[in-house]
């Protein structure tokens, strides 16, 4: 008996991976579908790096409405925000995202459901009260933002909040030291929100380049940036005049908006992968093998749902991967080492290959040549910023295995390095290239003695 499929691909999850594996499935001719409760185009287009970098942007004018006045520029008035028009011209491009990803999936030839799709059993899903009988499901359902439970906890928001509040907070509360929490406390504070971040470890940052973050840090500060280390809320308390911190420590602060920005889990809860027995690791996400399959044959996932590198291009290639897989000659492949990424606080981080620590411990030898120095803009400007750049290099092999940098454009300047590292670029490479003057990525090339 010749068992009939109703679709040979189902995606549950309309995010940028999901998208791109649907996409490609329908263009290899087969017969695919995506389902999506929520909004198309994921996290990265709805509630996480488009939006966010829009606010990073608005974030900055006001310094860079101060630097004018060395360059010759006056202003009659004191610009002055207006919060709602910010957050509705955002909304209005993502809306015209989700506009473009709509368009995508159509002319892909994929159907597409507007619900919420669950795993009813091995190549069986259901949707909008009916269930398809399907060859192969794919798990593209990203990650949520986590808020741990303690008194007062509904209280706080997440991160998905933030970019629709109704009123811009003259005081909040960051809590987290990843990147969510310090690219929003230096949007906050760059809109002219007195800015608390508060944070229970040592150093913020903690999974990049230790000296990197440590410039972060001082750079949050010298901004306005209130940064409390060593420090955790015990509860929150609601009140007629705002929000009521406390501290372990027995001090406490008033703020009119807590936002919880602890991390994120996998969204897998209420998918009923149980029902097709697909093994969770115990915070949901879902572990699979180097074509993206799970426990169940059937049943493949990638993204930020199996936890591995939770970037939007990585998402992308996973999905490359996963249909050469399926329905290709099965030699696509994708490399986790030297992923360039990129953190928007203010000052910018950008980042490609091993931190100093790293580096140290899996290299007998390593040189580290460093630069700190003040960007040209702020010859006139008047500001207080710097920019710090650092490779790292295995004296054996001379090969730069390291490369960093905070400041000004960060992101686009170590786009270009992450060429360089997956080529395998030596620092004898980075001597001999000729650097573009002035700017701050000639340094890059002109650093010649070690820092240590």
């Given amino acids: ?63 860079l409405f101060h630097a004018s006045k ?37 002319n892909s030839g994929a159907d597409l459901f507007n619900g919420r799709a669950t795993v009813v059993g091995p190549q069986q899903v259901a949707v ?29 928001v997440s991160s998905n909040e933030m970019f629709f509040l109704d009123q811009l907070p003259k005081t909040a509360v960051i809590v987290g030291g990843g990147y969510i929490a310090v690219e929003f406390a230096g ?32 750079g949050m500060r010298d901004k306005g940036v209130n940064i409390h280390l060593q420090t955790q809320i015990t509860n929150i308390q609601k009140r007629a005049d705002g929000l009521h911190v406390n501290f372990a420590s027995g001090e406490s602060m008033s703020s009119e908006l807590v936002l919880y920005a602890t991390g994120r889990t996998a969204n897998t809860a209420g998918l009923g992968l149980e029902n097709a027995g697909v093994e969770l690791r115990k915070d949901g996400s879902i572990p699979v093998d180097e074509n993206f399959c799970t426990s169940e044959p059937s049943i493949y996932a ?41 953190v928007f606080c203010q000052p910018e981080l950008g980042t490609v290959g091993l931190s100093e620590e790293a580096a ?54 170590i786009q270009g390095m992450g060429i360089a590292l997956k080529a395998g670029a030596t620092k004898a490479h980075f001597d001999a290239t000729v650097g573009i003057h002035p700017s701050a990525a000639e340094e890059f090339v002109t650093m010649r003695e070690p820092t240590r």
Wanted: a negative charge; glycine letters at 10%.
């Fill in 128 to 156: 909008n009260g009916k269930t398809y009988r399907v060859r192969t499901i794919l798990v593209a359902t990203g990650g949520w933002p986590f808020i741990p439970d303690f008194p007062g906890s509904e209280h706080a």
């Fill in 302 to 342: 990638l993204g930020d749902v199996i936890d591995r590198v939770q970037l939007t291009p990585v998402a992308l290639q996973e999905a490359m991967v996963l249909v050469d897989a399926l329905y290709g000659d099965g030699l696509a492949c994708i490399d986790y080492d030297n992923i360039p990424t990129a």
């Fill in 360 to 413: 140290r411990a899996k290299y007998t030898d390593i040189s580290v040549y460093t630069s700190d120095f003040k960007p040209m803009i702020q010859t006139l400007g008047g500001g207080n910023d710097r920019i710090t750049m650092k490779l790292v290099v295995d004296q054996q092999s001379d090969k730069v295995v390291g490369c960093h940098m905070v400041g000004d454009h960060a992101a686009e300047i």
């Fill in 187 to 218: 949007i906050l504070n760059g809109l002219g929100v007195e800015t608390h971040l508060v944070y229970r470890g040592n150093n913020l940052l903690k999974s990049f380049d230790r000296e990197m973050s440590d410039k972060i840090t001082a």
């Fill in 70 to 106: 060395g360059f010759g520029w006056n202003q009659a008035e004191q610009p002055t925000l207006d919060w709602p028009t910010l957050r509705d011209n955002k909304t209005a491009e993502i809306e015209r995202l989700n506009g473009i990803y709509q368009t995508l999936i159509d």
């Fill in 1 to 63: 008996m010749t068992l009939t499929f109703d679709y040979d691909l189902f995606v549950i999850g309309a995010g940028s991976g999901g998208v791109r594996a649907a996409r490609m499935a329908a263009n290899k001719g087969k017969k695919v579908a995506v389902a999506e409760e929520r909004y198309l185009g994921g996290t990265c287009v709805n509630v996480g790096c488009v939006p966010k970098k829009l606010f990073v942007y608005a974030s900055q004018f006001p310094e």
